[in-house]
């Protein structure tokens, strides 16, 4: 009789609950999984298919055009032309021509062979890239490249959009330039569809309004493989269309029908082109710069600058040299337009804001007087401070110190009136900070008070801390450390002639006027414009004022001259002449002026930098930019007389 289970192996103990454990284990494994397939092909299904889409094919970007900025009246000042490259595929030509065809390219472009051989060696591993021979073809070598194309294997012409400012230099430094995009511009515009390689608006108006001009880019879905990028190639009409291969020579398939890139929007400035042009002429020659704005609204109808620049050199080819010496600098910067990146000492301009401030605190009345005797002593002595005319003016109120520049007069008002007043008012009109136009780096100017110099020589002695009645002198005439553009100091007049406004100057039209509540009365203003009617006045009868060479006869014109001083009066007197004092220390030339019985009423500014005085320098310009732009309305200037003996030293400044 056998015994059950005599020959089965023993049993270990604990097996049942390992296969157990094992079992849920599993159990558990598999619940993961499904979760997990769950979460990949149900709940994620579209994020997972369009990444899987994106590895799939290529988003080949379309360039947009730049939109066309416009001056005053449809003038075209920036467009787009169509622009040629060759390029060269090398795996699109048989092996054992490529040294040839090389060599016949580099003939036909005026190319260094050299450079194409090494071009070519350098994409071996994705022979059917386009190496950029040459860019922007000139008509005579596109031309040549179509002739030849039969014995140009892998050859190629591509027209894209490229920037053409047709106006030259005019109004250059105000549109701008464009240039490569950098890492720092390309991560602040990655989210904009910017890429490297892009051209994008490095100053002026380009820059200014990138976002307006830049446009749209379109796209082209093809084919992508593991290796290799695919290749854009355009008909002659400049329409794109997809390379048969990519780099690594996969062949391409479009996926999906292109989506067209959308023009940027076009710009309408503000800008009067003829008045621009007419300014630019006016300071050939000579540093400086004249704005022209439209009293009642700020917006600027010329803004030039000298020297200046064509912005087509950094966009057209033959100009490296030209272009690489604009990026340098030098002296004076071409770069730079001086009616709002640069500051000087406002002088006798100055003066307008000084007399206005005093009218309307009080400190003064219109029929106020003080004595000049061709200087000013202060209460607690010290230095005598001169008046630029050393006879003296006698005794002078506040419409015949602005009509004649009387410095003394505007000490005492300085003194009267203090400084906290007069940087309160500065800053009402603008002085000293920026006026909101539409442009990038706009100088801020300088109003000094207590407050900045104490900070400025917070490491220095107590005393050179302290702000004295002299530095208030040295302010009330523009001087010591006050400083200004020439922009701010057109707002100033502005002001002025349209009644007591302060206004934003702008470019773009849309932008439109943009004005304060009034800030002076019409007293005042009265007032003001007396005097600065009077300094453009013409004797006799009456002595002349001293911008009388800024008179038209039949024009209701205001103005002032101003002579800032660069250098110290003690080191000006070691000259003779005036003509012998060195350049950079002669004086700056002011003028500001306003025409009170047209439309639109013009406030202008003219600075010739060392010009020595405002009144020689700078009125004649203004009176040709008022004829100009009214079309030398009214009656001829009469020929002018010869001013009587006490107008003679009054036309210096």
């Not at 390309?186 to 446009?215: C, F, M, N, T, W």
Request: net charge negative; glycine share 10%.
């Amino acid at each position: 009789m056998l015994i059950s289970g005599k020959n089965e192996p023993p049993r270990y103990e604990g097996v049942e609950t390992r296969v157990q454990f094992f079992g849920v284990l599993l159990m558990l494994a598999l619940a993961v999984l499904c979760v997990r397939l769950w979460s990949l092909q149900v709940l994620n299904l579209s994020e997972f298919t369009a990444l899987a889409e994106r590895n799939r094919v290529w988003q080949t970007r379309l360039a947009s055009d730049r939109g066309l900025i416009f001056a005053r009246g449809g003038v075209v000042l920036a467009d787009n032309r169509a622009s040629a490259d060759a390029v060269f595929a090398p795996g699109e030509c048989p092996k054992e021509r490529l040294d040839e065809v090389c060599a016949r390219l580099a003939e036909i472009t005026s190319t260094p062979p050299e450079w194409v051989v090494s071009e070519v060696a350098k994409h071996r591993r994705s022979p059917f890239t386009q190496i950029i021979v040459k860019r922007d073809l000139t008509k005579a070598d596109r031309i040549r490249v179509e002739e030849h194309q039969y014995e140009l294997p892998g050859v190629a012409i591509i027209v894209h959009p490229q920037r053409r400012y047709l106006q030259g230099e005019t109004a250059g430094q105000l549109l701008g330039y464009l240039g490569e995009i950098n890492q720092n511009e390309l991560d602040a515009r990655r989210d904009e569809g910017y890429s490297l390689g892009d051209l994008v608006g490095k100053d002026g108006i380009e820059r200014q309004y990138e976002p307006v001009l830049h446009g749209q880019d379109g796209y082209m879905v093809v084919t992508k493989y593991a290796s290799g990028q695919p290749q854009l190639l355009t008909d002659k009409s400049g329409q794109p269309y997809i390379a048969q291969r990519d780099t690594r020579g996969h062949l391409l398939e479009v996926e999906a029908d292109p989506v067209p890139p959308r023009s940027g929007r076009p710009l309408h400035l503000t800008l009067d082109l003829g008045l621009q042009k007419k300014c630019e002429e006016l300071l050939h020659g000579v540093v400086g710069a004249i704005v022209a704005l439209d009293a009642d609204t700020g917006a600027v109808l010329a803004m030039a600058s000298t020297p200046n620049y064509d912005p087509s050199v950094f966009v057209t080819r033959g100009h490296d040299a030209e272009r690489a010496d604009l990026l340098m600098g030098g002296n004076p910067n071409r770069m730079t337009h001086r009616a709002f990146r640069e500051i000087y000492p406002p002088g006798s301009v100055f003066k307008i804001l000084l007399a206005a401030a005093a009218l309307e605190e009080g400190a003064i009345k219109p029929g106020t007087t003080f004595f000049c005797p061709g200087h000013y002593q202060l209460s607690g002595g010290g230095r005598p401070w001169h008046c630029w005319k050393r006879s003296g003016h006698g005794t002078v109120g506040v419409v015949d110190a602005l009509a004649f520049s009387c410095d003394v007069y505007f000490y005492n008002v300085g003194v009267k009136l203090g400084v906290d007043k007069i940087a309160k008012w500065c800053h009402a009109v603008g002085l000293g900070e920026k006026t909101g136009l539409d442009l990038p780096g706009e100088m801020p100017g300088l109003i000094p008070d207590p407050e900045w110099k104490a900070k400025l020589y917070a490491d220095k002695d107590r005393s050179e801390q302290n702000w004295y009645d002299g530095d208030t002198v040295n302010l009330s005439i523009g001087q010591g450390s006050a400083a200004a553009t020439p922009l701010q100091c057109a707002a100033l007049m502005a002001c002025i002639v349209n009644g007591g406004y302060r206004v934003r100057p702008y470019l773009c039209e849309e932008l439109g006027p943009q004005k304060s509540e009034r800030l002076f009365s019409e007293s005042t203003i009265s007032t003001v414009t007396e005097g600065l009617r009077k300094c453009v006045q013409k004797g006799p009868p009456a002595p002349s004022g001293t911008g009388n060479r800024a008179h038209i006869d039949g024009f209701d014109i205001i103005g002032k001259t101003g002579s800032a001083q660069v250098a110290s009066q003690s080191f000006q007197e070691k000259y003779k002449n005036e003509e012998d004092i060195p350049y950079e220390m002669r004086e700056h030339a002011w003028f500001v002026a306003g025409v009170l019985d047209r439309e639109p009423k013009l406030a202008i500014c003219v600075l010739v930098e060392h010009g020595l005085h405002g009144a020689q320098a700078s009125a004649p310009y203004a009176k040709e930019v008022i004829e100009h732009f009214y079309g030398n309305q009214g009656a001829a200037p009469a020929p002018e007389p010869a001013p009587p003996p006490d107008a003679a030293p009054a036309a210096r400044e």
